[in-house]
Nanobody, 115 residues
């Protein structure tokens, strides 16, 4: 089992920045990929960014150049630095981890960007 706890969401004005954190515990040694997803009201959950155990990264086109995913293996934590936020980034952001047993989700953290 893997447990994920997100933090760092909140309310920010357009053009501002936020940094989300996701702390992993449990069977973390087996995690191959960690990522951030988001779900806006009335929309499907979508991948925002992901990072592999080899530090390869992948981003949604809508956030490329604005968001950066990184990981601190010593703290078992993944971060999502979000810059130049727009109201379209408003959503609940979920942390995800994948190991050989399957996928795990955090409880989500709300990000609201005001215009």
């Amino acid at each position: 089992q893997v447990q994920l706890v997100e933090s760092g969401g909140g309310l920010v004005q357009a053009g501002g920045s936020l940094r989300l954190s996701c702390a992993a515990s449990g069977s973390i040694f087996s995690i191959s990929i960690m990522g951030w997803y988001r779900q806006a009201p009335g929309k499907q959950r979508e991948l925002v960014a992901a990072i592999t155990s080899d530090d390869e990264t992948n981003y949604a086109d809508s956030v490329k150049g604005r968001f950066t995913i990184s990981r601190d293996n010593a703290k078992n934590t993944v971060y999502l630095q979000m810059n130049s936020l727009t109201p379209e980034d408003t959503a609940v952001y979920y942390c995800n981890a994948v190991n050989f047993r399957g996928g795990y989700w955090g409880q989500g953290t709300q990000v609201t960007v005001s215009s």
